[in-house]
């Protein structure tokens, strides 16, 4: 692949930027190196990333050559095609374009899926404390609420709901008044761009009028992004399954639905940690969307993390998501703080992801160590299929949690403990284990490390597929520029078994 820019030359520019780099994602491979004169040889059922840094996105169009390998001679050149600048539109998205031959000839197409990450404005990450890779190896075993006290909605598998609303504060802080050393919690944005505790992508308004005799009340299903917070907090809603009953004292603003990030982060004890999921759409595998319609991805990811960098104070966070384009952003764009990549693996229980990298806990794992964050969410039902996973991951140096409704048993939960898991995700707590103390009430955070351990000189940095920081001898810079001022965007290519 090659990198063309429209645009003027600048005085004392690099001749050899940008540069292009290419990363395997494989049991062997899992970092950026430059990209050789004949680029990288595709083997099924790898993933090749392709990734440049540019100043002027509008500006840059990108060649794309096709090799074939010949015994003992130099590679065939066979083919090209083009991305122009209009080709992408969006932050994330695909690109089908066809190929020519040498002779200008239609020979075939490619598909191909692209991220682009942009900086954080106003970043206050400057390497001074860095805990995205810190990790003590006593934190294992760990209790961690999930959606605070527990999922508050019936479904087929789920034995016992909580009585309190879920992801509301009330639900956190219960879940950390029992004991538990994290509270899990979805987020997502309002439609005037507030960050809410929420965890289905629609809600369910109740229509108020009268119900004809004998008929069922009307209701409307809306995208949560189409709300604004006020609309939220006042209209009657539910969630898109039944509810169980609940407590909710009418004089109490800590069970109302929709909490505010920012209330949650400065309300909920703070030696209890977050464990903060970014609710987006993923695509399934008959094709169709969790959601359709976004946000712009960029801006998402940025409200997110601006507040949590401005109110989280001294808890601990550690940031998940389904999404792995998404778990390298927040990786790239912030340096404060830990992420886990959640893998759906093989499962019979829930709608199978297209994309390979969560549907498969194995290339999780490879591609875990590609992004250089964290660990890994794994979901229970793969690992009770095949305990030998978290083996794995744990081998390669990954952190490793898991969540799923088979982690709603005491004994299911000894035995995650025992497998040297760090933490299991689970509802009502205070069923499951004696009321105790969260592990960190007694952890002072002294030994915190003051540089990220990826920085250091025995842990080589990773660049992912859509990193948007540049490395240097100083750490990440997560508003990079060059000399006249201009930002630095970066692009990555995916090519391979991705959205088959």
Same mark, same amino acid.
């Given at each position: 692949?090659?990198?063309?820019?429209?645009s003027?030359?600048?005085?004392g520019s690099n001749?050899?930027w &940008?540069?292009i780099?290419?990363a395997a994602?494989?049991d062997?491979?899992?970092?950026?190196v430059v990209q050789?004169q004949?680029?990288?040889?595709y083997?099924?059922?790898e993933?090749?990333? *392709?990734? %440049?840094?540019v100043?002027l996105?509008?500006?840059?169009?990108?060649?794309?050559?096709?090799y074939?390998?010949? +015994?003992?001679?130099?590679p065939?050149?066979i083919?090209?095609?083009?991305?122009? &600048?209009?080709?992408?539109?969006?932050?994330?998205? %695909?690109?089908?374009?066809?190929?020519?031959?040498?002779?200008?000839?239609?020979?075939g197409? =490619?598909?191909?899926?692209?991220v682009?990450i942009?900086?954080?404005?106003?970043?206050p990450?400057?390497?001074? @404390?860095?805990?995205?890779?810190h990790?003590?190896?006593?934190w294992?075993?760990?209790d961690?609420g999930?959606?605070?006290?527990?999922t508050?909605?019936k479904? /087929?598998?789920?034995?016992? $709901?909580?009585t309190v609303?879920? /992801?509301t504060?009330a639900?956190l802080?219960?879940a %950390?008044d029992h004991g538990?050393?994290?509270?899990?919690f979805?987020?997502?944005l309002?439609?005037d761009l507030?960050?809410?505790l929420?965890?289905?992508?629609?809600?369910n308004?109740?229509l108020n009028?009268k119900?004809?005799?004998?008929g069922?009340?009307?209701?409307?299903?809306?995208?949560v992004?189409d709300?604004?917070?006020?609309q939220?907090?006042e209209?009657?809603?539910s969630?898109?399954?039944d509810?169980?009953?609940i407590?909710e004292?009418y004089?109490?603003d800590l069970h109302e639905p929709?909490?505010?990030?920012?209330l949650a982060l400065?309300? @909920?004890?703070?030696?209890?940690?977050?464990?903060?999921e970014?609710?987006?759409t993923m695509q399934?595998k008959?094709?169709?969307y969790e959601?359709?319609?976004p946000?712009?991805l960029n801006l998402?990811i940025d409200? @997110?993390? #601006?507040?949590?960098l401005?109110y989280?104070g001294?808890?601990?966070i550690? *940031?998940?998501c389904f999404?792995?384009d998404?778990c390298?952003?927040?990786r790239?764009?912030?340096?404060?703080?830990?992420?886990?990549?959640l893998?759906?693996?093989?499962?019979? +229980?829930y709608?199978?992801? /297209?994309?390979?990298?969560?549907q498969?806990?194995p290339?999780a794992i490879n591609?875990?160590l590609?992004a250089g964050?964290l660990?890994?969410?794994?979901?229970?039902?793969d690992i009770l299929?095949d305990?030998?996973l978290v083996?794995?991951?744990?081998?390669?140096?990954?952190i490793?949690f $898991?969540w799923?409704?088979d982690?709603? /048993?005491v004994?299911? =939960?000894k035995y995650l403990?025992?497998?040297g898991?760090?933490?299991?995700?689970?509802?009502? =707590?205070?069923?499951?284990?004696?009321?105790k103390?969260s592990v960190?009430?007694?952890?002072d955070?002294? #030994?915190?490390?003051q =540089?990220a351990? $990826?920085?250091s000189?025995?842990?080589p940095?990773?660049?992912?597929e859509?990193?948007? $920081?540049?490395l240097?001898?100083?750490?990440?810079?997560?508003? #990079?520029?060059?000399?006249?001022?201009?930002?630095v965007n970066?692009i990555?290519?995916?090519?391979g078994?991705?959205g088959r």
């Amino acid at each position: 692949m090659d990198v063309h820019d429209s645009s003027s030359a600048q005085e004392g520019s690099n001749p050899h930027w &940008p540069i292009i780099e290419v990363a395997a994602i494989n049991d062997t491979e899992h970092q950026f190196v430059v990209q050789q004169q004949f680029g990288r040889a595709y083997r099924e059922p790898e993933i090749l990333i *392709f990734q %440049t840094q540019v100043l002027l996105l509008e500006t840059v169009a990108y060649m794309i050559d096709f090799y074939m390998e010949v +015994k003992d001679d130099v590679p065939q050149h066979i083919g090209f095609c083009h991305v122009l &600048p209009g080709n992408i539109r969006d932050s994330i998205g %695909t690109i089908v374009q066809p190929i020519s031959s040498m002779r200008q000839e239609p020979i075939g197409q =490619i598909t191909i899926e692209y991220v682009v990450i942009r900086p954080l404005k106003d970043c206050p990450c400057d390497l001074s @404390v860095s805990y995205s890779k810190h990790w003590k190896h006593g934190w294992t075993g760990l209790d961690i609420g999930h959606r605070g006290s527990g999922t508050s909605q019936k479904h /087929n598998t789920l034995k016992k $709901c909580a009585t309190v609303r879920e /992801n509301t504060i009330a639900s956190l802080q219960r879940a %950390t008044d029992h004991g538990a050393d994290f509270v899990e919690f979805d987020v997502q944005l309002s439609k005037d761009l507030v960050p809410v505790l929420f965890h289905d992508f629609h809600v369910n308004i109740g229509l108020n009028q009268k119900a004809k005799q004998g008929g069922a009340l009307t209701t409307l299903r809306i995208p949560v992004k189409d709300l604004t917070l006020k609309q939220l907090h006042e209209l009657k809603i539910s969630h898109e399954t039944d509810e169980c009953p609940i407590e909710e004292p009418y004089e109490s603003d800590l069970h109302e639905p929709f909490p505010m990030l920012q209330l949650a982060l400065e309300n @909920v004890s703070t030696h209890v940690g977050f464990n903060v999921e970014i609710k987006w759409t993923m695509q399934l595998k008959d094709g169709s969307y969790e959601l359709n319609n976004p946000f712009e991805l960029n801006l998402f990811i940025d409200i @997110v993390l #601006d507040a949590v960098l401005k109110y989280a104070g001294k808890r601990r966070i550690v *940031f998940s998501c389904f999404h792995p384009d998404i778990c390298v952003m927040l990786r790239l764009k912030q340096n404060k703080y830990p992420v886990l990549f959640l893998t759906q693996g093989a499962t019979s +229980k829930y709608p199978t992801y /297209n994309d390979p990298r969560t549907q498969n806990t194995p290339v999780a794992i490879n591609f875990a160590l590609f992004a250089g964050i964290l660990g890994l969410n794994m979901h229970t039902e793969d690992i009770l299929r095949d305990p030998s996973l978290v083996k794995t991951a744990l081998s390669h140096g990954l952190i490793t949690f $898991c969540w799923g409704d088979d982690n709603n /048993n005491v004994d299911t =939960i000894k035995y995650l403990k025992k497998l040297g898991l760090n933490g299991i995700i689970y509802d009502r =707590i205070e069923d499951h284990i004696e009321q105790k103390e969260s592990v960190f009430l007694s952890d002072d955070g002294s #030994d915190l490390l003051q =540089i990220a351990a $990826c920085l250091s000189p025995n842990s080589p940095p990773y660049l992912s597929e859509d990193s948007l $920081c540049t490395l240097d001898t100083d750490g990440f810079n997560h508003q #990079d520029t060059n000399a006249n001022g201009n930002e630095v965007n970066v692009i990555s290519f995916g090519f391979g078994v991705i959205g088959r």
